[in-house]
């Protein structure tokens, strides 16, 4: 199984112009829909004197969440030809938002098509492509006693920490490799007071 995916270390943005025209484009790492909807929230703040703030995202790998927004421009004539961008370069965890400054000479469907795929693209060529592992999150809690195994079973595997509570009772929340999920639960079963709260 390939547990391995392609998306960018870091936002980056790209421009293009054509015939008074701006086109805008960021393109961000994502992790959920909740982040999403900031992110687009944010940029719309941003430049709200912009006349669209097109954009599509995809998310996860195998059983992909995507989406193509258009904003108001003619069906088809931007979040697709952004999208089409995300495939093209093979990436996941990545949202495109396009923002468009009207220059006051109609594109055409053609023309609008080439200016939201070049304006993401060139966000995709000013990005660092990177290739992650694909992991997952699982919790579990613990008695305070049994941290000292819990940090070093961490430290050794390299595991990341997402949340924390150290208190009689402890609890930890963090994100595996999903080729390593079961090498680490095997290790956590061994460790007495575990119990796993989720997978």
């Given amino acids: 199984m390939n ?10 943005t790209g421009i293009y112009r054509e015939k008074g025209s701006k ?26 004197d912009a006349r669209h703030h097109c954009y599509a995202y995809r998310l996860g790998i195998g059983d992909e969440t995507f989406r193509a927004n258009d904003d ?5 004539t931007a979040g697709r030809p952004i999208y089409g961008q995300i ?26 098509i080439n200016a939201y795929k070049t304006a993401a693209a060139d966000a995709l060529k000013n990005s660092t492509i990177i290739e992650q592992a694909e992991q997952q999150i699982i919790s ?13 079973l961490v430290k050794d ?3 990341e920490i997402v949340e924390q509570i150290t208190e009689l009772n402890c609890y930890m929340k963090v994100k595996i ?3 390593k999920i079961a090498l680490i639960l095997e290790k956590l079963s061994k460790i007495e007071s575990v119990t ?4």
């Fill in 72 to 76: 108001g421009e003619p069906s088809g």
């Fill in 23 to 48: 086109f805008l484009s960021f393109a961000c790492p994502v992790y959920s829909e909740n982040e999403i909807k900031l992110i687009i929230a944010q940029i719309k703040k941003e430049y709200f």
């Fill in 87 to 112: 495939l093209s370069f093979d990436l996941t965890n990545i949202l495109i938002v396009v923002v468009r400054y009207f220059g006051g000479t109609k594109l055409g469907t053609s023309g609008l």
């Fill in 3 to 12: 547990d391995k995916y392609k998306t960018i270390d870091a936002q980056a």
């Fill in 177 to 179: 490799d999903k080729s």
């Fill in 196 to 199: 796993i709260k989720n997978l």
């Fill in 157 to 159: 595997e390299k595991i």
């Fill in 140 to 152: 579990f809690s613990f008695f305070y006693n049994a941290m000292n195994c819990i940090m070093k």
